[in-house]
T-cell receptor, first 114, second 110 residues
Framework: DTAVSQTPKYLVTQMGNDKSIKCEQN?????MYWYKQDSKKFLKIMFS???????INETVPNRFSPKSPDKAHLNLHINSLELGDSAVYFC?????????????FGNGTRLTVT | DAKTTQPPSMDCAEGRAANLPCNHS???????VYWYRQIHSQGPQYIIH???NNETNEMASLIITEDRKSSTLILPHATLRDTAVYYC???????????FGQGTELSVKP
């Protein structure tokens, strides 16, 4: 199936650990994103990559480091996890950064930091 | 980026039309209005978007006022599976980022 897929779906870890979330899209899109949805359900953009290049970097702690090995993948690595990092992280993609291209979202990775 | 205002919640009877309003009074001339929805525990799903004209697809209709300061998403025959949070978003300049607000929590009831 064509889709944006994220792994893992659930991630439970302890404070201070380092973890990664993987995202892959087989839609042939050029641009990929990471969004964070906190406990209040606000969805906020974190990063955007276009053809492996970082184009959006919102005010995100530098413990978060996105990596795009190719335009079909955008992984999120988080160092020294904190309680406040607990959230659902969504990956998304679209064909280009222009106006007329809707984003396609994955189904999220629920990260719980204990 | 223009901000949007939506009612926090709405109810709709199954089989009836659901009309979800959105105010975006500071929208710029080249900004589109997008609608997404998020069903519980899933990723946001694109519904429809438009610039000036009314738009219709297999999911919904989008009515944009002539002054473009507000719009209405219409689900013509709501089903229980349409229960979700609906987000009205004004798309900013190139960069593609979507800025999500609080959205409207639509409950479709039997």
């Amino acid at each position: 199936d064509t889709a944006v897929s994220q792994t893992p779906k659930y991630l439970v870890t302890q404070m201070g650990n380092d973890k990664s979330i993987k995202c892959e899209q087989n839609l042939g899109h050029d641009t990929m994103y990471w969004y964070k949805q906190d406990s209040k359900k606000f969805l906020k953009i974190m990063f955007s990559y276009n053809n492996k290049e970082l184009i959006i970097n919102e005010t995100v702690p530098n413990r978060f480091s996105p990596k795009s090995p190719d335009k079909a993948h955008l992984n999120l690595h988080i160092n020294s996890l904190e309680l406040g990092d607990s959230a659902v992280y969504f990956c998304a993609s679209n064909p280009s950064g222009g106006f007329n291209s809707p984003l396609h979202f994955g189904n999220g990775t629920r990260l719980t930091v204990t | 980026d223009a901000k949007t205002t939506q009612p926090p919640s709405m109810d709709c009877a199954e089989g009836r039309a659901a009309n979800l309003p959105c105010n975006h009074s500071t929208i710029s001339g080249n900004e589109y209005v997008y609608w997404y929805r998020q069903i519980h525990s899933q990723g946001p799903q694109y519904i429809i978007h438009g610039l000036k004209n009314n738009e219709t697809n297999e999911m919904a209709s989008l009515i944009i006022t002539e002054d473009r300061k507000s719009s209405t998403l219409i689900l013509p025959h709501a089903t229980l599976r349409d229960t979700a949070v609906y987000y009205c978003i004004v798309r900013g300049p190139w960069g593609g980022k979507l800025i999500f607000g609080q959205g409207t929590e639509l409950s479709v009831k039997p």
